[in-house]
């Protein structure tokens, strides 16, 4: 039997609605498990943590359905067509499909691109293909750990552009980044994370509302590994 451990304990954070918050922190500081456990893919062992209104101890599947996550892995299918994936993707989780096609030209990848299998794209455009499902789904809580890995500075470039127009329109985005002070220049706060805790934390930008779309009280969220 493997031990299990907590990747978070004793994290208190709060991110209110219309906020954009950068997450930095070494290799192996809860970055990433931290943004897996808001997106409700990893459970909560103990303590509180409520997302979008919602307690994701007991809500984890529906708050995964509100949110927008672009983890490490694209999670599409390399038998699909880019289209096809990112159409698939949109639908499962309940969004509009009607902003597939704007969100995979707005990504360069319509056309050609659109048809092509997922197996015949390069790792950035596959990468691309990931983000225009959240462009695309357009969700309240847009999560993106490490979004600019794997592009092409035109690439990057439109991710931010991207990111500022959500910002722009009230979406709440939080980004995990080795690229510090590209991160820093989108969202406006910054969060570190040191040993599964937060270890200190900038000023913030005025938020576009109070309430609260993550809130992670003090001693709670172990959330446990194997």
Do not use: C
């Not at 949110?67 to 880019?82: M, N, V």
């Not at 789904?137 to 991710?159: C, F, I, K, M, V």
């Not at 959500?166 to 570190?192: D, F, N, Y």
Request: no cysteine; charged share 20%.
């Amino acid at each position: 039997m493997v031990d299990r451990f907590p990747a978070l304990a004793g994290m208190d954070l709060t991110i209110e609605r219309g906020e954009s918050v950068l997450v930095t922190g070494s290799n192996g500081a809860g970055k990433t498990s931290l943004v897996r456990a808001i997106a409700g893919l990893l459970p909560i062992a103990q303590g509180e943590a409520i997302v979008l209104g919602s307690d994701l101890t007991r809500f984890r599947r529906a708050v995964r359905r509100q949110i927008g996550f672009l983890g490490h892995s694209t999670s599409l299918y390399d038998e699909l067509t880019t289209a096809e994936n990112v159409t698939f993707a949109v639908a499962a989780a309940g969004g509009d499909v009607g902003g597939v096609g704007p969100a995979l030209d707005q990504l360069a990848l319509g056309g050609r691109l659109a048809q092509l299998t997922l197996d015949r794209l390069s790792a950035g455009q596959r990468r691309r293909a990931a983000l225009a499902v959240v462009v695309a789904r357009d969700p309240a809580l847009w999560l993106l750990d490490e979004p600019h890995a794997g592009l092409d500075a035109q690439s990057r470039d439109t991710l931010d552009a991207i990111v500022k127009d959500a910002i722009r329109r009230g979406r709440t985005v939080v980004i995990t980044s080795h690229e510090w002070e590209r991160g820093r220049r989108l969202t406006g706060r910054e969060v570190i994370v040191s040993g599964g805790v937060i270890a200190g934390s900038s000023s913030s930008h005025a938020a576009a509302e109070a309430d609260s779309v993550v809130n992670v009280p003090g001693e709670s969220t172990p959330v446990h590994v194997a």
